[in-house]
């Protein structure tokens, strides 16, 4: 029906910077909010970062600052910037967005399969 699909993850030294990617595709009708979330082994997941459709975001706290979320709707792509990287970056990073499909106009939440970050000390 749908698929998110992340991209941009890596291995990068403390201070470092990374840019992910979600791009959406299959038979989708609209976008309304896309989201990133991140898991870390024992740890509960959290969210990074939020994008309406008109463009207003939000962010943790612990990103503020450091991250930026941004959208390209002609792309259906959902973009992360993230510098100043820490050690407690490290987890697996996952695309998440609210869509309609062309065969039902209902709306609902969909996710990616993530894209490992590290950031070593």
């Known amino acids: 029906q749908v698929q998110l699909v992340e991209s941009g993850g890596g291995l990068v030294q403390a201070g470092g910077s990374l840019r992910l990617s979600c791009a959406a595709s299959?038979?989708?009708?609209?976008?309304?909010?896309m989201r990133w979330y991140r898991q870390a082994p024992g740890k509960q997941r959290e969210l990074v970062a939020t994008i309406t459709s008109g463009g207003l975001t939000n962010y943790a706290d612990s990103v503020k600052g450091r991250f930026t979320i941004s959208r390209d709707n002609a792309k259906n792509t959902l973009y992360l910037q993230m510098n100043s990287l820490k050690p407690e970056d490290t987890a697996v990073y996952v695309c998440n967005a609210d869509m309609r499909t062309t065969t039902s106009n209902r709306l609902y939440q969909y996710w990616g399969q993530g894209t490992q970050v590290t950031v070593s000390s």
């Open positions: 299959g038979n989708i009708f609209s976008i309304n909010a």
